[in-house]
C-alpha cells in the first residue's frame, strides 16, 4: 500500500507491506539506522522515536496507522557538531557503554522531560498532585521502559538530571 | 505476521465483517508478531472522535481511545478519582501509556507464557487442546475463579481499580448498551476462549466512572521488579472512615483471577467496624475461602493476604507496626 511518512521534517511516500512496522519502514525503507532493534516486542525500549513529541515504541507502531502524525528520531535530535542538553549530558557522564540502547534512551529522555514539564505524576510520584521532582526515582521509574544491557543506568540517570537542572535554570 | 488487509474506520459505523479492531496495538501486535492472533483484516480506529474525557451526570465519560498516560495525568482523575491515576502509572512503561487506550487496556489479553507458545497446548489458543499451565511453569497464574481448562490471569491494572470505582462499559453495536465492569471480563469456565462480553459485532466506545466517592484510595502491587512489570498480585481500595469505623469499602484485586476479583461478602464485614489486624484477617480469610493454589502460584495466597492486610492498614490511617 502507498504510505506517507513524516519523518524529521521531510515526508517521504513509501510502498509499504502493511505489516510493516515504524521501526522496519525507517531503518530499512528510509536508512535511518540510528533506531534500533533490540527485542522487537516493546520489552527494550531501544526503537523508541518521538510520535507527535511524545515517546512510543516504533516496533510496535503500525507504519500505515501513524500517516498524519510527524515522527522524530534520533537523526532528528540534534547533530554531532550541534548535540542537544542532554546528548552532550550523556557524553559528560559517560551514559553508555555500547551504545545500542543509546538513541533510545535519549529519545525516551527527551519526552520524558517534557512530561515532567508538563506536571505528569508517577509511580515514584508521592503526591499526584503537586510539583514533581527530578529526583533519582522519579527518573529512575520514568525510564524504566528502556533497557540497558551494559547497566549504566547510574551515568543515564546522572546525565538526564543534570539535564532537567540546566533546563530548569533555562526556564 | 500473517498477512493482513487494513482499513481506517472513519466512522462507527464503517466496519467490514469480521474485522479486528486496533487502536495502541501494544499488546495486538505484539500476539501477532507470535502468530497468536492472525487476523485477516485489521480496523484502525484511531481516526473516530472517541478521545475524550467529559463530565457526564455527576460522573465522567472516558472515550475508548484516551490514552493511559493522559488519562492517568489528567487533573481531574487526579483529583476525584486518583485509585485510577494510580493503576494507570503502576503498568506497563512511559512509552507504552502514550499508545495504550482505555478500550484496548480492557480487551487486552492474558500473559500466560503457555498462550504465547504455540507449541503448548493451550484451551485460550486453541479451545480443546488443553491447559499447559495445570502442572506445568505455573508462578505467575490464577488462585481464584479458575477452571479445569484455564488458570490464566487478567494481568492488566487499569481494570482493577475501575472495578472498585464502580465503573460502567459503555458498547455500540446492533444495540447500543453498557456493561458493568464486574460482568465485562468473564471467568474461565468451560470456554477460556470467550474473556469478554463483548460481542463480535460491537465496539467499546467509553469506560463510564461514576460520581466521585472520597475516601482513601490506594493502588498496591506487587511485583518481581520495582517497575515495568505485571502484577504478582494487586490490591486496590477505597476507604471511607467516619468516627473511626469504616464507613465504605471498595476492594479489587489484580494478578489473582481471569477478571479483576472482588468480594462483596469482605467489604460487608468491613463497613461499620473500626480498623483492626483481627478485623481485616477476617475479611482476607473469606476472600481467599475459595482461593487454590497450583504448585508454583501457591505463594500468592500468602502474598495476596498481607498485601490486603498492609493496604488495610495504610488506608484506614493504623500506625504502623513492626
Known sequence: MQISLSVNGTTHDLTLDPRTTLLDALRQHLGLTGTKKGCDHGQCGACTVLLDGRRVNACLTLACMVQDQPVTTIEGLGTPDALTPLQQQFLDHDGFQCGYCTPGQICSATAMLKEIAAGWPSHASADLTGPVAVTHAEIAERMSGNLCRCAAYSNIVDAIRQAAEQQGDAA | ?322
Open chain 2, 1 to 322: 505476521m500473517k498477512p493482513f488487509t487494513y482499513h481506517r474506520a472513519q466512522t462507527l459505523t464503517d466496519r467490514p465483517d469480521g474485522a479486528t479492531i486496533i487502536a495502541g496495538g501494544t499488546n495486538l501486535l505484539d500476539l501477532m508478531k507470535h502468530e497468536v492472533m492472525t487476523p485477516e483484516a485489521l480496523l484502525d480506529i484511531t481516526a473516530l472522535d472517541l478521545n475524550r474525557l467529559e463530565a457526564q451526570g455527576e460522573g465522567l465519560r472516558i472515550g475508548a481511545l484516551v490514552r493511559n498516560s493522559d488519562l492517568a495525568a489528567d487533573p481531574v482523575i487526579r483529583r476525584d478519582y486518583p485509585l485510577l491515576s494510580r493503576a494507570l502509572l503502576a503498568g506497563a512503561s512511559g512509552q507504552l501509556r502514550n499508545m495504550a487506550t482505555t478500550g484496548g487496556n480492557l480487551m487486552q489479553r492474558t500473559r500466560c507464557p503457555y498462550f504465547y507458545d504455540r507449541r503448548m497446548p493451550c484451551n485460550k489458543r486453541e479451545p480443546g487442546s488443553g491447559c499447559a499451565a495445570i502442572g506445568g511453569i505455573n508462578r505467575n497464574h490464577a488462585i481464584l475463579g479458575t477452571s479445569p481448562a484455564c488458570i490464566a490471569t487478567y494481568s492488566g491494572d487499569m481494570a482493577v481499580a475501575l472495578r472498585a470505582l464502580d465503573a460502567e462499559v459503555e458498547i455500540d453495536g446492533p444495540a447500543p448498551r453498557r456493561v458493568p465492569l464486574s460482568e465485562f471480563h468473564r471467568l474461565p469456565g468451560d470456554t477460556p476462549d470467550v474473556e469478554t462480553a463483548l460481542r463480535p459485532d460491537e465496539i467499546i466506545t467509553a469506560v463510564l466512572l461514576p460520581a466521585p466517592i472520597g475516601g482513601q484510595q490506594l493502588y498496591r502491587k506487587v511485583r518481581d521488579r520495582a517497575s515495568y512489570a505485571f502484577a504478582l498480585v494487586s490490591v486496590a481500595a477505597i476507604i471511607g472512615m467516619e468516627n473511626n469505623r469504616i464507613a465504605h469499602a471498595a476492594l479489587a484485586f489484580g494478578g489473582v483471577a481471569a477478571k479483576p476479583w472482588r468480594d462483596a461478602g469482605a467489604e460487608a464485614l468491613l463497613i461499620g467496624q473500626p480498623p483492626s489486624d483481627a478485623l481485616f484477617e477476617q475479611a482476607a480469610d473469606l476472600i481467599l475461602k475459595p482461593a487454590k493454589g497450583y504448585g508454583g502460584n501457591d505463594f500468592k495466597i500468602p502474598l495476596l493476604r498481607r498485601t490486603l492486610i498492609a493496604t488495610l492498614r495504610d488506608a484506614t490511617g493504623m500506625e504502623a507496626t513492626a
